[in-house]
């Protein structure tokens, strides 16, 4: 990591972005950062999962070169409404993978959830591209392999993720030798302190319900299963070449402290303010530099206290199954990830109860067989066993 002693105030170039999941949370507030400097950003490429609508508005505000529909059946309708604009449309995940290697592109920021994300992001890796990275899923299942193209091809990952950000700009002049532990901090959801003997009866209308942060369906209920602070765990370790006992989890109800870094000489840094998306996405665009913004600031003086405690692993086994998986190495982390997947999937069809989520996880890693994560195609079996196994043990449930 370079030691920047200046500010980059000169205006250059706009910068050339592909935002995947532009329709989603992240991409839709990255969106707005584009909004902030209109001069300093080009877009040229525009994914989205299904949402034609809003893909067709966003290309028709930032007119971008191509624009994707990951899900083809509904491709003719951005066809039909962009004919007279000259935008390129694609579908599909040849699609993804074109925007994301599109000529012009310097920053992919990759905001699709989950493994569908995997596949453009290592298309971006390979040309060599920042990759502004939020899809934690990607490092979870494919971190080894997403490191090796990045150093192979000179692609830097800067972190999104507001843990990893956090933790980023602590690092920021400091020598990796140096690092002793990395500490992330957790919202602890929304049932930090719900009596665990109730835990079967959450209903996804409860679990959808998120003190602090506004996020994608997905992610919101990985945060109340603490699932999510897990991802984060295996996400650390990929992004700061740091060992599981190294990575601690606290959960800090306010969200404030976004995460700390204790060096080996006993101090420790932290980053804080509100917890607002749009400063991590902005730090990710804008690295080494930081630029002006209205984003709000903390109030110091109406501050009166930040909480810190342990996390209950017994009520949240998600997060021991994460460091279980890390620990495991090979394709166990893949596996938790598309177990996950296709839990949190059937808990939000009402299909399962929030309490066979990390059932489901735990069978999942019990039935894992030893191997090497290093191949794509390695991860993509992985991933396509452990969801067929889910959906056969919640059949098995359901009857
Ligand atoms: P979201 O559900 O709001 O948006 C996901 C985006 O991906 C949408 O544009 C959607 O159309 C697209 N998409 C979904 N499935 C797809 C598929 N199969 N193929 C192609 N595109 C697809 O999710 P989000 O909250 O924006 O989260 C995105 C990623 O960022 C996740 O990995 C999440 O863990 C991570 N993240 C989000 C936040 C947050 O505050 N929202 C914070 C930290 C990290
Ligand atoms: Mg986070």
Redesign the pocket.
């Known amino acids: 990591m370079t030691t920047p002693l200046s500010q980059d105030t000169s205006i250059s170039a706009p910068r050339g972005l592909c935002i995947l999941?532009?329709?989603?949370?992240?991409?839709t507030q990255t969106l707005d950062i584009v909004r902030l400097f209109p001069e300093r950003f080009r877009v040229r490429a525009l994914?989205?999962?299904?949402?034609a609508d809003m893909l067709i508005e966003q290309a028709r505000t930032f007119a971008p070169d191509c624009v994707v529909l990951?899900d083809t059946s509904q491709l003719h309708v951005v066809e039909d409404a962009l004919r007279d604009t000259g935008i390129e449309v694609l579908g599909g995940e040849d699609g993804?993978c074109a925007a994301a290697t599109w000529e012009g592109v310097e920053t992919v920021v990759a905001?699709?959830?989950?493994f569908?994300?995997l596949s453009p992001v290592l298309a971006a890796v390979r040309t060599g591209a920042t990759v502004a990275l939020?899809?934690?899923?990607t490092l979870v299942v494919a971190g080894a392999l997403v490191n090796a193209q990045a150093r192979a091809h000179g692609s830097t990952l800067i972190p999104?993720?507001?843990e990893h950000s956090a933790i980023f700009q602590c690092l920021v002049g400091e020598h990796p030798d140096a690092v002793e532990s990395l500490t992330l901090t957790a919202s602890g959801g929304p049932f930090r302190t719900r009596p665990r003997e109730t835990f079967d009866r959450i209903t996804p209308a409860e679990a959808l319900d998120h003190p602090n942060?506004s996020?994608?369906?997905?992610?919101t209920i990985?945060s109340a299963t603490m699932m999510n602070k897990g991802l984060e765990v295996i996400e650390a370790h990929w992004l700061f070449d740091l060992a599981a006992d190294a990575i601690d989890v606290l959960v800090h109800p306010q969200s404030i402290v976004h995460s700390l870094v204790t060096f080996v000489d006993g101090s420790t840094k932290a980053q804080l303010g509100v917890p607002d998306?749009k400063v991590p996405i902005q730090y990710a665009l804008t690295y080494p530099d930081r630029w002006p913004a209205p984003h709000e600031r903390l109030d110091w003086s109406t501050l009166s206290q930040l909480d810190f405690e342990l996390p209950d692993l017994e009520k949240f086994p998600c997060l021991r199954l994460a460091y279980e998986a890390l620990e495991a190495g090979g394709t166990a982390p893949a596996v938790l990830n598309a177990a996950n997947e296709e839990a949190v999937r059937l808990f939000l069809e009402e299909q399962i109860r929030f309490t066979d989520i990390p059932r489901l996880l735990e069978d999942a890693l019990g039935r894992l067989s030893e191997s090497e994560a290093h191949s794509y195609d390695a991860l993509v079996h992985a991933d396509a066993a452990a969801r067929r196994g889910v959906l056969e043990q919640a059949r098995a449930v359901l009857d």
């Open positions: 999941g532009s329709t989603g949370s992240i991409g994914t989205a999962g299904s949402n990951a993804l905001a699709v959830v989950g569908a994300g939020a899809n934690k899923e999104v993720d507001s942060w996020m994608g369906a997905k992610i990985d998306m």
